[in-house]
């Protein structure tokens, strides 16, 4: 299982970004993909997460109405439009994996359920 993250970078408040997370070595059906995301001194904190096989999702309220996680299958990649970005949203953004059935429901927030994760990409919001 690996997953690469992609599309961090600068950009002032109100803007908007498109992160990627490109997955491979596993069955996409059976599988949900998470975004989590972590500032330095804190812990890891569930932003959004997609059922591959039919596209449900979960957002944190911090997020709700601004992000949006979509899936392409056909290119083993899912993906967390951000709009209106704020300070408070600047952290290290990470893509997770792990069976549906072991994460997806109302504990899709906790990170230690996720067992594979890419690397991180920084996010910043600054003017």
């Known amino acids: 299982v690996q997953l690469q993250a992609f599309g961090g970078g600068l950009v002032q408040p109100g803007g908007s970004l498109r992160l990627s997370c490109v997955a491979s070595g596993f069955s996409l059906d059976d599988y949900a993909i998470g975004w989590f995301r972590q500032t330095l001194g804190k812990e890891r904190e569930g932003v959004s997460c997609?059922?591959?096989?039919?596209?449900?999702?979960y957002y944190a309220d911090s997020v709700k109405g601004r992000f949006i996680i979509s899936r392409d299958n056909a290119k083993n990649t899912v993906y967390l439009q951000m709009n209106s970005l704020q300070p408070e949203d600047s952290a290290v953004y990470y893509c997770?994996?792990?069976?549906?059935?072991?994460?997806?429901?109302?504990?899709?927030?906790?990170?230690?359920?996720?067992?594979?994760w890419g690397q991180g990409t920084q996010v910043t919001v600054s003017s």
């Open positions: 997609v059922r591959l096989s039919d596209g449900s999702t």
């Open positions: 997770a994996t792990e069976r549906t059935d072991s994460v997806f429901g109302s504990s899709w927030y906790i990170s230690y359920l996720w067992n594979y």
